[in-house]
């Protein structure tokens, strides 16, 4: 019976999707970030910036924030299409500007679009993450309360 009391014990795993998930997801910022110190090119802190032209060195950090992006794909193929239609717009946008077909702000307006979507999707799969841990934490009681009777 002592063994059953010690399953009942055990904590929350530590592989579990959504551990993996997080983990996932702390990397993809860990390696975007890692992407601005290796090309010199913060996206967020750019200035000056013609609308009509890129940034130096933009197009190596985005190829670089494109493969973390596809890694993390790898961890939450759920959101796989949703960031593959998310770089390619931006690959075809990106040219664009090259080419002067269109302005820096009407691609970010774009992407801010599409970021909105994808942060829409995440957090719901986020709160169904909770909502499975919580049905699973009942389930356990239920196992537990019910396993117990062997003790009698």
Known sequence: MTSIAGCSNQGPATDSPASGLIAARDKLVADIHQCSQRYGYDPTRMQGVAENALAPQELQWRQCAYDATRVYEQANPAMKARYE????????????????????????????????????????????????????????????????????
Do not use: P
């Open 85 to 152: 239609q998310l770089i390619a717009e931006d690959i075809e946008m990106t040219t664009a500007i090259q080419q002067g077909a269109m302005t820096r702000s009407q691609r970010r307006a774009r992407i801010e679009e599409m970021i909105a979507q994808i942060k829409s999707m995440e957090e719901a799969q986020a709160k169904a993450t909770a909502t499975d841990q919580e049905r699973q934490m009942e389930q356990v009681r239920n196992v537990v309360e019910n396993v117990r009777g062997f003790a009698y």
